[in-house]
């Protein structure tokens, strides 16, 4: 089969020809119909060492985690997936052993497989999964969007938990994961949206998925004091940029007692200026999050996207076939489109 590989700590992928992959007992193997392009993908695909040491297991490896596609194997004691059916995987495959397996926390496993970054992923015609990781797509989910839960899941429990409904949020860092913060807190309900990033082709996209104000942190580095005077402080901030300034600034726009989402990745050390102000005297919550959880996010993902209420037209900005990769991820690099999909 046709698959994109990462064979060294250089910049750039391969398209090989390598065997396809047989199921183990649990395993379920996939033809891919819509594979996506992440962040963390594209921290492989340049070798950005303090990202990728330690996530990933040995080379050559096939990167992607985001996809969708039709079961055509399965291994002989898999039990809730059949040949034939529409599924997802979860890029967390939990061992179902450990203590965070065992507490029902299976997406903070200790012994965790990572799905495109230490088990092979699915930028190739056929993907290989654990059962633990598959989920079955409901009735009329098409491929597409089926690719899309995972990413889309990562953003759920942060806008759940942060109870957008009638209140105030900052979305920074308009990447497609702060899309999908922004069209889920729309779709439930936010009173206003603030929506930050230095790509006004990015705010542009944020105003279309719900934002209701913009502000281009390139202009307005120090952009709480704008918040601050339109709102007099706010109620959320999803993080998604993973920047020290915009996390300060995040921290400074909010209401006492409230929270702060952390879902972007912080490249090395933060250091957060008057923490006795902004945390302990703000009573501010600062959560983590680590993609989905297994697999409650899954259902409300889904139901977002099959409701309509969460459109994947403003988030998914290009489709390119396996052999463009190279096309596929110095245009996902660039930051002129959003989510941009491999269909092998
Ligand atoms: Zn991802
Ligand atoms: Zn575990």
Redesign the pocket.
Same mark, same amino acid.
Request: charged letters at 25%; glycine letters at 12%; one cysteine or more.
């Given at each position: 089969m046709k698959a994109v590989v990462k064979t060294n700590r250089e910049k750039g992928f391969e398209l090989r020809d390598v065997p396809r992959p047989k199921p183990g007992l649990r395993d379920v193997v996939i033809r891919v119909k819509a594979a996506a392009i992440c962040g963390s993908d594209l921290n492989f695909y340049v070798w950005d060492k303090g990202f990728c040491e330690g996530l990933v297991g040995s080379f050559p490896f096939i990167p992607g985690h985001e996809c969708a596609g039709e079961v055509v194997e399965i291994g002989e004691a898999v039990t809730h997936v059949k040949l034939g059916d529409h599924v997802a995987f979860d890029s967390h495959i939990? !061992?179902?052993? %450990?203590k $965070? !397996?065992q507490l029902g926390k299976?997406h903070l %496993?200790?012994? $965790?497989g990572l799905f495109g970054h230490n088990i092979d992923g699915c930028f190739a015609e056929y993907a290989m999964a654990r059962e633990t990781g598959v989920r079955v797509l409901p009735e009329g989910m098409t491929w597409e969007q089926g690719a899309m839960l995972e990413p889309l899941g990562v953003v759920v429990r942060p806008v759940f938990e942060s109870e957008v409904g009638m209140s105030t949020v900052c979305v920074t860092g308009c990447g497609p994961i702060g899309q999908f913060a922004i069209a889920l807190a729309s779709a439930l309900g936010a009173y206003r949206i603030y929506a930050v990033d230095i790509n006004p082709m990015r705010l542009e996209l944020a105003r279309k998925n719900g934002a209701t104000d913009v502000i281009n942190s390139k202009d307005y580095a120090d952009f709480s004091e704008i918040i601050l005077k339109e709102t007099g402080g706010i109620d959320a901030v999803i993080e998604a940029s993973g920047n020290e300034h915009v996390i300060n600034e995040g921290l400074h726009t909010l209401l006492r007692g409230a929270r702060m989402f952390m879902v972007g990745n912080p490249h090395g050390d933060i250091t957060i200026k008057d923490p006795k102000r902004y945390i302990t005297l703000g009573e501010t919550t600062i959560k983590g999050n680590w993609g989905r959880s297994m697999f409650w996010t899954w259902d409300k993902a889904e139901k977002a996207l099959l409701s309509g209420k969460v459109n994947l037209e403003h988030i998914i900005t290009h489709r390119f076939p396996l052999e463009k990769f190279e096309e596929a991820f110095e245009i996902a690099l660039s930051g002129k489109g959003c989510k941009v999909l491999l269909i092998p």
């Amino acid at each position: 089969m046709k698959a994109v590989v990462k064979t060294n700590r250089e910049k750039g992928f391969e398209l090989r020809d390598v065997p396809r992959p047989k199921p183990g007992l649990r395993d379920v193997v996939i033809r891919v119909k819509a594979a996506a392009i992440c962040g963390s993908d594209l921290n492989f695909y340049v070798w950005d060492k303090g990202f990728c040491e330690g996530l990933v297991g040995s080379f050559p490896f096939i990167p992607g985690h985001e996809c969708a596609g039709e079961v055509v194997e399965i291994g002989e004691a898999v039990t809730h997936v059949k040949l034939g059916d529409h599924v997802a995987f979860d890029s967390h495959i939990p !061992c179902g052993h %450990c203590k $965070m !397996c065992q507490l029902g926390k299976p997406h903070l %496993c200790q012994d $965790m497989g990572l799905f495109g970054h230490n088990i092979d992923g699915c930028f190739a015609e056929y993907a290989m999964a654990r059962e633990t990781g598959v989920r079955v797509l409901p009735e009329g989910m098409t491929w597409e969007q089926g690719a899309m839960l995972e990413p889309l899941g990562v953003v759920v429990r942060p806008v759940f938990e942060s109870e957008v409904g009638m209140s105030t949020v900052c979305v920074t860092g308009c990447g497609p994961i702060g899309q999908f913060a922004i069209a889920l807190a729309s779709a439930l309900g936010a009173y206003r949206i603030y929506a930050v990033d230095i790509n006004p082709m990015r705010l542009e996209l944020a105003r279309k998925n719900g934002a209701t104000d913009v502000i281009n942190s390139k202009d307005y580095a120090d952009f709480s004091e704008i918040i601050l005077k339109e709102t007099g402080g706010i109620d959320a901030v999803i993080e998604a940029s993973g920047n020290e300034h915009v996390i300060n600034e995040g921290l400074h726009t909010l209401l006492r007692g409230a929270r702060m989402f952390m879902v972007g990745n912080p490249h090395g050390d933060i250091t957060i200026k008057d923490p006795k102000r902004y945390i302990t005297l703000g009573e501010t919550t600062i959560k983590g999050n680590w993609g989905r959880s297994m697999f409650w996010t899954w259902d409300k993902a889904e139901k977002a996207l099959l409701s309509g209420k969460v459109n994947l037209e403003h988030i998914i900005t290009h489709r390119f076939p396996l052999e463009k990769f190279e096309e596929a991820f110095e245009i996902a690099l660039s930051g002129k489109g959003c989510k941009v999909l491999l269909i092998p």
